[in-house]
Every structure is written in structure tokens, then in C-alpha cells.
């Protein structure tokens, strides 16, 4: 349930929003890069994918027990956001799981049920449909708010 900066070694991060609901992400890096190929980017990504959390599932040798969100600034273009998003578990699907395991597995179908849910909202608010989406839900939604308020957004 904690937010951590990949390029800063996993160091915590916190979440607030301000007065206009804007979520900012507190002690996290900001560079400003001009990369000179595709490499440069997948260098930096590749060096902050490594330092997720993964461990062995039943279905999975290698599996994401987080979230990874990567906001990027492109001048002239606007803001692009890759999300990749840990695995769910089905608790009949595993049989042989730690407390942590179990409380990890739930805390992602938590995540995943609100970002489903935020995507639900969005959807009906779109066809002018009365919805209310719970971006508080989760802090992955929290972070992704802006991708379903900012009028000019493309998902």
C-alpha cells in the first residue's frame, strides 16, 4: 500500500492532492532527459523495472507483486503514461501461500477492482450517465486520476 520511486533505489514516496484533487507525487524523480535513441529510454525503464517486486507464484515463475506507473513529458506532445500492472491471484488457483502472500494478493485485487471500477464510472460519465468513479479507492488510482478527469486525455 506504499508508493516507492524505482529510480531512487525504492525510496518512499507520498502521495497529496491539492485544492483542484491534482495528485502529485512527493520526493519523486524528476529528470529532464534528451534521449539520443530508443536504448537511453530502455535503459532507464529496464534499471527501474529491476528494483520491482516479483517473486515465484504457482502460475508464474516470475511474477509482479506491484505496480509500476512511468510518467513522461514530451515537449510539444504532452504527458505519456506507461503502466504496467501486477499480476492477480485467484485464491483457489494457489494453495501453498504465506499471510504475507495472501494479504500482498488481495491488496493488487483491491487495486485492480478500483481501476476497473474507475474505468466503469468513466464509461458511463461519458454516455452522460450519472456515476461516481473511486479514484480514492486505491493509490494506483489516485496516481492515474488525471488519465480519466483531464478533458484532453486519450486511454
Same mark, same amino acid.
Given at each position: 500500500?506504499?508508493?516507492?520511486?524505482?529510480l531512487?533505489q525504492r525510496?518512499? @514516496?507520498? =502521495?497529496?492532492?491539492?485544492?483542484? #484533487?491534482?495528485?502529485h507525487? !512527493?520526493?519523486?524523480?524528476t529528470?529532464?532527459?534528451? *534521449?539520443?535513441s530508443? @536504448?537511453? =529510454?530502455?535503459?532507464?525503464?529496464? #534499471?527501474?523495472?529491476?528494483? !520491482?517486486r516479483?517473486?515465484?507464484?504457482?502460475r508464474? *515463475?516470475?511474477?509482479?507483486r506491484?505496480?509500476a506507473?512511468?510518467?513522461?513529458?514530451v515537449?510539444?506532445?504532452?504527458?505519456?503514461?506507461?503502466?504496467?500492472?501486477?499480476?492477480?491471484e485467484?485464491n483457489?488457483?494457489?494453495?501453498?501461500?504465506?499471510?504475507?502472500?495472501?494479504?500482498d494478493?488481495?491488496?493488487?485485487?483491491?487495486?485492480?477492482?478500483?481501476?476497473?471500477d474507475?474505468f466503469?464510472a468513466?464509461a458511463e460519465?461519458?454516455?452522460?450517465?450519472?456515476?461516481r468513479?473511486?479514484?480514492?479507492?486505491?493509490?494506483?488510482?489516485?496516481?492515474?486520476?488525471?488519465?480519466?478527469?483531464?478533458?484532453?486525455?486519450?486511454?
Amino acid at each position: 500500500k506504499k508508493c516507492y520511486d524505482l529510480l531512487q533505489q525504492r525510496k518512499e @514516496v507520498v =502521495l497529496r492532492a491539492d485544492e483542484c #484533487e491534482q495528485v502529485h507525487v !512527493r520526493g519523486a524523480t524528476t529528470s529532464c532527459m534528451v *534521449p539520443t535513441s530508443a @536504448v537511453d =529510454l530502455e535503459t532507464v525503464l529496464a #534499471e527501474a523495472l529491476r528494483l !520491482r517486486r516479483s517473486e515465484v507464484t504457482q502460475r508464474n *515463475p516470475v511474477s509482479s507483486r506491484s505496480h509500476a506507473v512511468c510518467v513522461l513529458g514530451v515537449e510539444g506532445l504532452g504527458t505519456l503514461r506507461f503502466v504496467d500492472l501486477a499480476g492477480s491471484e485467484r485464491n483457489y488457483e494457489t494453495h501453498h501461500m504465506s499471510a504475507r502472500q495472501h494479504r500482498d494478493f488481495a491488496d493488487i485485487n483491491i487495486s485492480l477492482m478500483a481501476l476497473k471500477d474507475c474505468f466503469r464510472a468513466h464509461a458511463e460519465l461519458i454516455r452522460h450517465r450519472p456515476a461516481r468513479p473511486p479514484y480514492r479507492a486505491s493509490r494506483l488510482t489516485r496516481v492515474l486520476r488525471s488519465c480519466f478527469t483531464d478533458p484532453l486525455h486519450k486511454t
